[in-house]
T-cell receptor, first 114, second 120 residues
Framework: QQQVKQSPQSLIVQKGGISIINCAYENTAFDYFPWYQQFPGKGPALLIAIRPDVSEKKEGRFTISFNKSAKQFSLHIMDSQPGDSATYFCAAILSGGSNYKLTFGKGTLLTVNP | GAGVSQTPSNKVTEKGKYVELRCDPISGHTALYWYRQSLGQGPEFLIYFQGTGAADDSGLPNDRFFAVRPEGSVSTLKIQRTERGDSAVYLC??????????????????FGPGTRLTVL
């Protein structure tokens, strides 16, 4: 059972456009939601993260929107640049004793055309 | 400083062989994690070490998989009798000090570049 569902699988955006990636989860015990960026041949790197008591978090061109009632969250990349081309993973972590085990979505391959 | 390093970067083996994958965490990080990333999938949790002990090995798929961290630093993931389905990128991550049980904080995990294992 996939606990974190991510869409779309791939996304092509023109330079300067907005990239939007969506995720949904089932387990209400998740209480921390990070986004990871992965370039080819590299490991995932933490990009931005949010807790469910906050509806939005912005860091530079990257914004997470969180809808707790719908159990959905999304990543928005404003003014997308070719250097943003990478695979993006949403993830979730349980509260309590298992607050180390990342559960990842399947990833979104983002291509930003110049 | 240096990040998490993993060796080898690529490993090709034949079905039925034994392989060892090595992870060098960031110096001073007490927590270490192994994940497996199959083609087109997100990483999946395998095992978590706190110091020398495996605190959670619930993600290991079967008893052919085993991991050690004898001195609380370097870790080795060992796979016996490899199968074609074991082909994947094996990622290692580390994080600093242990969180208290039930803590609401999250300790960022720093990932290495992975070892790409191909079983022919």
């Amino acid at each position: 059972q996939q606990q974190v569902k991510q869409s779309p699988q791939s996304l092509i955006v023109q330079k300067g456009g907005i990239s939007i990636i969506n995720c949904a989860y089932e387990n209400t015990a998740f209480d921390y939601f990070p986004w990871y960026q992965q370039f080819p041949g590299k490991g995932p790197a933490l990009l931005i993260a949010i807790r469910p008591d906050v509806s939005e978090k912005k860091e530079g061109r990257f914004t997470i929107s969180f809808n707790k009632s719908a159990k959905q969250f999304s990543l928005h990349i404003m003014d997308s640049q070719p250097g943003d081309s990478a695979t993006y993973f949403c993830a979730a972590i349980l509260s309590g004793g298992s607050n180390y085990k990342l559960t990842f979505g399947k990833g979104t391959l983002l291509t930003v055309n110049p | 400083g240096a990040g998490v390093s993993q060796t080898p970067s690529n490993k090709v083996t034949e079905k039925g062989k034994y392989v060892e994958l090595r992870c060098d965490p960031i110096s001073g990080h007490t927590a270490l994690y192994w994940y497996r990333q199959s083609l087109g999938q997100g990483p999946e949790f395998l095992i978590y070490f706190q110091g020398t002990g495996a605190a959670d090995d619930s993600g290991l798929p079967n008893d052919r998989f085993f991991a050690v961290r004898p001195e609380g630093s370097v870790s080795t993931l060992k796979i016996q009798r490899t199968e074609r389905g074991d082909s994947a990128v094996y990622l290692c991550a580390s994080s600093p000090t242990r969180l208290a049980e039930g803590s609401s904080s999250y300790n960022e995990q720093f990932f290495g570049p992975g070892t790409r294992l191909t079983v022919l």
